[in-house]
């Protein structure tokens, strides 16, 4: 099938049930129907001159997101997933940005528009009396005459904005079709499988790996309106979900969940996301009797990096289908020698082994940016395919994470990657999440500062954690935080993933709990104010007083 519309068709008379909704469900061919129904309802809106209908869809993962983005793949039209956790001028961005004709909001997110300045002169509510009618008065449409083409823009998709201002990722009708088949595989979804998607639609993880996939197979998708720990356990169980995807932090607040005894005979099977640490990925395997797939991609597409058999517990592993990825200097452009690793494992030639991904001879594979040239080549070089992701690669060429391009630190001229450190960190029994980042050094340079989420129940114990940091063999030189910030939930984009920026921006102003370690020793102590004062005025002697963290 060259196109998703051919893909959405084929579940025309499919009469296995393809969507669950709380007690709600639907078969695939209900599905289709509903899709064929707002398709009719799209040919209402008046095609702009030169371009596709815009739908931006401003809604949690409820049934019609599904029904308009397959009544948008049958229609030729292109949807807008907008980010509901952007506010105000950012989210009036968003929708000029990407030229919305319409949106499609929901009780629970319209007024994030009701009075905002976007530029659009329709918005329809799903849950009003006006859609409802206009919706039914289309109810037993026809599917459309024609195929949009292969090449005809779907899905305009931000990225996370985990370290910067979302970009418009371009996902065509023929790409999406692609992923849909490609991916049927990857997660090993059939029809028997039912399928948990928690992650949101607005974000390419869950809508290319695991809605369209499902769609392929004619597999089950159960939706969540949003990712919730508790809501997760239960609706495990609930649906007897064989397959999930995640991203970021996700496997780690399930974890902080109590353990239910059904847990260890769950009816789960799989589950594939990205940036789970080993530890987590052990506990949640042994918790729910399943295999945990981790792997690195990217809405871009571009590229992918899955965990092999022989992968080492901490790497990434190596490119699918034997791509041609290297690690390569962000400033010469050279390829990065290997990692010089100890005997422990440490990181000895951090500086020269970390530098930019880079897919060699796959930029042609790039879709592009939603108007928005300057970042398109900040990506594309040549041929070449910059990911904007930091890595390092060891003697035998696995791959490991080492962060986004903004997770370098600088410590007393010594350069390296948060990753490695938050990896270390999160070994200690009390933590569920550590997010490290630099903070400015009253004199040069760079101080590591940590965020700690701890386990429920856990206390911070600052001798332990000392002793903790103490024994680890593989602990930098420069590794030790001298800041230590306790916060009761991590801040995240809309698609999970952490939002750094926000810690970093705070720094040590924060009202939550604050620890610090005297320069020159290994213990920590509160940060009262008295030592907050000390520390600014030691700022303002070395002229640095710019530089000081907004107060939160």
């Known amino acids: 099938m060259e196109t998703f519309a051919e893909v959405v068709r084929s579940r025309a008379a499919d009469d296995n049930i393809g969507l669950r ?53 049958l229609s030729g039209a292109v949807v807008v997933g907008i980010n509901p956790t952007r506010r105000g001028s950012e989210l009036a961005r968003d929708i000029r940005h990407t030229d919305c004709d319409l949106i499609i909001t929901e009780d629970a997110l319209a007024g994030l528009v009701a009075d905002l300045d976007h530029g659009v002169g329709t918005v329809w509510n799903i849950d009003s009396r006006d859609h409802l009618d206009l919706v039914d008065a289309h109810r037993g449409a026809p599917l459309p005459d024609l195929l949009p083409p292969p090449d005809a823009t779907l899905l305009l998709l931000f990225s996370s904005g985990s370290t910067g201002t979302p970009k418009a990722v371009i996902c065509s009708q023929r790409r999406f079709a692609f992923l849909a088949e490609t991916l049927t595989t990857r997660t090993e979804l059939t029809r028997d499988s039912v399928a948990y998607l928690c992650m949101p639609l607005f974000h390419g993880n869950s809508a290319m790996m695991n809605f369209a996939p499902a769609m392929w197979a004619g597999a089950t998708v159960c939706l969540s309106r949003k990712f919730s720990a508790s809501g997760f356990v239960r609706d495990i169980h609930r649906y007897g979900v064989t397959f999930v995807n995640y991203v970021g932090r996700a496997l780690s607040y399930v974890l902080a969940q109590p353990e239910r005894p059904e847990d260890a005979t769950s009816s789960l099977r799989l589950a594939i996301g990205t940036e789970a640490s080993a530890a987590d990925i052990a506990r949640f395997t042994a918790r ?251 700022f303002a002697r070395h002229g640095r007083r710019a530089l000081l963290p907004v107060a939160t």
């Open 288 to 538: 729910f009797g399943c295999r945990v797939s981790e792997g690195y991609g990217l809405s871009e597409g571009v590229l992918r990096i899955n965990r092999t058999p022989d992968s080492p517990p901490d790497a990434l592993g190596l490119p699918v289908q034997g791509a041609d990825v290297r690690v390569l200097d962000e400033e010469t452009g050279r390829e990065c020698p290997p990692a010089e690793l100890d005997e422990h494992g440490r990181l000895l030639n951090a500086e020269a082994a970390i530098g930019q991904m880079v897919a060699i001879g796959r930029a042609h594979t790039f879709e592009g940016y939603y108007r928005n040239p300057g970042a398109h080549a900040e990506r594309v070089r040549g041929d070449d395919f910059w990911t904007g992701d930091l890595a390092y690669r060891d003697p035998r060429g696995f791959f490991y994470f080492a962060g986004r391009s903004s997770d370098w630190l600088r410590v007393d001229s010594e350069n390296f990657s948060a990753a490695p450190v938050e990896r270390l960190l999160e070994r200690w029994e009390a933590v569920a999440v550590a997010l490290v980042y630099a903070v400015p050094d009253p004199r040069t340079g760079d101080q590591v500062m940590c965020t700690l989420q701890l386990r429920p129940g856990a206390e911070f114990d600052a001798a332990g954690f000392t002793s903790f940091l103490d024994a680890q063999p593989d602990l930098g030189t420069k590794w030790r935080p001298r800041f230590v910030r306790l916060i009761e939930e991590v801040p995240t984009t809309g698609n999970s993933k952490v939002a750094k920026t926000v810690l970093r921006r705070a720094g040590w102003r924060t009202t939550d709990p604050v620890f610090l370690r005297v320069e020159g020793d290994t213990g920590y102590r509160p940060l009262d104010q008295d030592a907050r004062e000390r520390l600014e005025e030691e």
């Open 21 to 73: 909704f709380g007690a709600d469900s639907w078969t695939w061919a209900e599905v289709v129907q509903q899709a064929a129904d707002r398709a009719a309802v799209l040919r209402r809106i008046p095609e702009p001159e030169g371009r596709q209908r815009h739908i931006g869809l401003l809604l949690e993962n409820v049934p019609d997101y599904v029904f308009w983005l397959a009544a948008a793949a």
